[in-house]
């Protein structure tokens, strides 16, 4: 049974408990790090960071306020700092990591952090191996246009929140809720949604039994009083939420789930559906966000939403009118007949589903997907799904593989190349092109009226979007 709950507690507590305390943050690059310096800004507190390389997010924090440093040196280490913060990505031999349990200060974990920052609100945790920035956005986004004015932290930039994290004077805090290195196990949300649980980050996870025991643990993290939101089509969600102490409601397309998708149109892949509860119509989305994918986003967070006080109107209006985030089929210009889109898909599903949703949306003449691969492991672990997922390109192309957390000795396992050969042998028309201005030129002499280039993954494959646009709006 779904009761819709009394007033949240609107006063905020803790605000002043940070007010003049210097933290500083070590991978202060990351865009959930770069949101919770913001957060911690904007309750008062006196923030340092710093990265090893520079990059927009490092910049962007800057921007707010926060002393920044490029390179990571134990000197960048105020010498009156209150408390270090590091990111889930820092190994324990990182030199500002060192110098800080040397000198005694305080150190915590992001995810840790976050929990920390959580415990005077209602906690509101988006958990899944995909969709969580687009959902925790869509929440943030609903709640704020109904004047509850949450908190909030998104692994991605959105410009209707004004960036990527937000305090709100409201009683919710909305957090994404990442399972790399079990980091969401630092969290103690009330409601939460596990959204979808996939093969990654198995260079921390064994196996697929691993990750759903992570889940699990998160799963009953979430008290008796809260809710647990879980997708109804997914075995392995299923696995992980059969044992949870919170109540259970689940989302999906058929008979059997909680809140249910029905009526399904679509409109060059943006869908219009009834969200059903018990058989009966609770109200009617139009999504602006093209996808199938974004119908099960919405569902979930219609659950979440309703649970935390908003009326079935409130809700349709602000899911209808929520227009996505930044690196999600992010529209860079159309240019010349050409069309320049970036995304941040880095799994093969996320892959899969973007470019049918950029098919269904764009309907281009051609396809071209500039597809840079996220970590040596997880191109090795998933070769053979990432082969197959790139069916709708008409045309790949490959860069070098995103070197990140990663150890030499796994460099050595896994090239480009080994992709690249990978999707050619499911027939995909796919070329490997080491560095960033060898696919630029390549893009200059091949593109013509009607094509669409999409940049995908979690590195800095952004950076020939922006090139391709500069060259469209000035020698095309």
């Given at each position: 049974?779904?009761?819709?709950?009394?007033?949240?507690?609107?006063?905020?507590?803790?605000?002043?408990?940070?007010?003049?305390?210097?933290?500083?943050?070590?991978?202060?690059?990351?865009?959930?790090?770069?949101?919770?310096?913001?957060?911690?800004?904007?309750?008062?507190?006196?923030?340092?960071?710093?990265?090893?390389?520079?990059?927009?997010?490092?910049?962007?924090?800057?921007?707010?306020?926060?002393?920044?440093?490029?390179?990571?040196?134990?000197?960048?280490?105020?010498?009156?700092?209150?408390?270090?913060?590091?990111?889930?990505?820092?190994?324990?031999?990182?030199?500002?990591?060192?110098?800080?349990?040397?000198?005694?200060?305080?150190?915590?974990?992001?995810?840790?952090?976050?929990?920390?920052?959580?415990?005077?609100?209602?906690?509101?945790?988006?958990?899944?191996?995909?969709?969580?920035?687009?959902?925790?956005?869509?929440?943030?986004?609903?709640?704020?246009?109904?004047?509850?004015?949450?908190?909030?932290?998104?692994?991605?930039?959105?410009?209707?929140?004004?960036?990527?994290?937000?305090?709100?004077?409201?009683?919710?805090?909305?957090?994404?809720?990442?399972?790399?290195?079990?980091?969401?196990?630092?969290?103690?949300?009330?409601?939460?949604?596990?959204?979808?649980?996939?093969?990654?980050?198995?260079?921390?996870?064994?196996?697929?039994?691993?990750?759903?025991?992570?889940?699990?643990?998160?799963?009953?993290?979430?008290?008796?009083?809260?809710?647990?939101?879980?997708?109804?089509?997914?075995?392995?969600?299923?696995?992980?939420?059969?044992?949870?102490?919170?109540?259970?409601?689940?989302?999906?397309?058929?008979?059997?789930?909680?809140?249910?998708?029905?009526?399904?149109?679509?409109?060059?892949?943006?869908?219009?559906?009834?969200?059903?509860?018990?058989?009966?119509?609770?109200?009617?989305?139009?999504?602006?966000?093209?996808?199938?994918?974004?119908?099960?986003?919405?569902?979930?967070?219609?659950?979440?939403?309703?649970?935390?006080?908003?009326?079935?109107?409130?809700?349709?209006?602000?899911?209808?009118?929520?227009?996505?985030?930044?690196?999600?089929?992010?529209?860079?210009?159309?240019?010349?007949?050409?069309?320049?889109?970036?995304?941040?898909?880095?799994?093969?599903?996320?892959?899969?589903?973007?470019?049918?949703?950029?098919?269904?949306?764009?309907?281009?003449?051609?396809?071209?997907?500039?597809?840079?691969?996220?970590?040596?492991?997880?191109?090795?672990?998933?070769?053979?799904?990432?082969?197959?997922?790139?069916?709708?390109?008409?045309k790949i192309i490959v860069p070098e593989i995103y070197f990140v957390r990663d150890s030499e000795r796994e460099r050595e396992h896994i090239c480009a190349e080994d992709l690249v050969a990978q999707i050619r042998l499911n027939g995909g028309d796919a070329v490997f092109l080491p560095t960033f201005e060898l696919i630029a030129e390549h893009l200059k002499k091949s593109l013509a009226p009607g094509d669409l280039v999409i940049t995908m993954g979690a590195g800095d494959v952004w950076k020939v979007a922006d090139e391709i646009v500069c060259w469209l709006g000035t020698?095309?």
């Open positions: 049974m779904i009761n819709q709950p009394e007033t949240s507690a609107e006063v905020c507590k803790g605000e002043s408990t940070w007010l003049g305390r210097r933290v500083h943050l070590i991978g202060a690059g990351g865009v959930g790090m770069r949101a919770l310096g913001q957060l911690l800004m904007m309750r008062g507190a006196v923030v340092s960071g710093s990265d090893s390389v520079p990059s927009a997010t490092l910049e962007s924090l800057a921007a707010h306020g926060a002393e920044v440093a490029v390179g990571q040196r134990a000197e960048n280490i105020p010498p009156d700092c209150d408390l270090i913060v590091y990111s889930a990505a820092i190994h324990q031999a990182n030199p500002e990591l060192l110098a800080a349990g040397q000198a005694g200060c305080e150190l915590i974990k992001y995810s840790r952090m976050l929990g920390r920052l959580m415990s005077d609100r209602e906690g509101i945790a988006i958990a899944g191996t995909h969709g969580k920035s687009t959902t925790t956005a869509m929440i943030a986004y609903a709640l704020t246009t109904a004047g509850k004015s949450p908190s909030f932290v998104v692994g991605a930039t959105s410009d209707q929140l004004g960036g990527p994290s937000g305090v709100g004077s409201g009683g919710h805090f909305v957090v994404e809720a990442c399972e790399f290195d079990r980091s969401f196990l630092d969290l103690s949300p009330t409601l939460s949604a596990i959204l979808n649980i996939e093969e990654d980050h198995l260079d921390c996870y064994e196996n697929l039994d691993a990750i759903i025991e992570a889940f699990r643990a998160f799963a009953a993290k979430v008290p008796p009083h809260g809710l647990l939101v879980a997708n109804g089509e997914d075995r392995s969600v299923a696995s992980a939420v059969r044992d949870a102490s919170a109540d259970v409601q689940t989302f999906g397309l058929n008979d059997q789930c909680t809140w249910r998708g029905a009526n399904l149109t679509a409109d060059r892949g943006r869908f219009r559906f009834d969200v059903l509860v018990g058989g009966r119509k609770f109200c009617r989305i139009a999504l602006q966000i093209p996808g199938l994918h974004h119908v099960y986003n919405a569902l979930a967070a219609t659950a979440l939403l309703f649970q935390a006080g908003l009326t079935p109107e409130e809700i349709a209006s602000a899911i209808g009118g929520f227009e996505g985030i930044d690196r999600r089929m992010t529209v860079k210009a159309q240019l010349g007949g050409v069309t320049v889109v970036d995304d941040y898909a880095h799994h093969p599903t996320e892959v899969q589903v973007t470019l049918r949703a950029a098919a269904e949306f764009f309907r281009p003449r051609r396809m071209w997907c500039i597809f840079q691969p996220h970590q040596h492991s997880r191109t090795r672990f998933l070769l053979k799904d990432f082969a197959r997922s790139f069916g709708l390109a008409d020698d095309y």
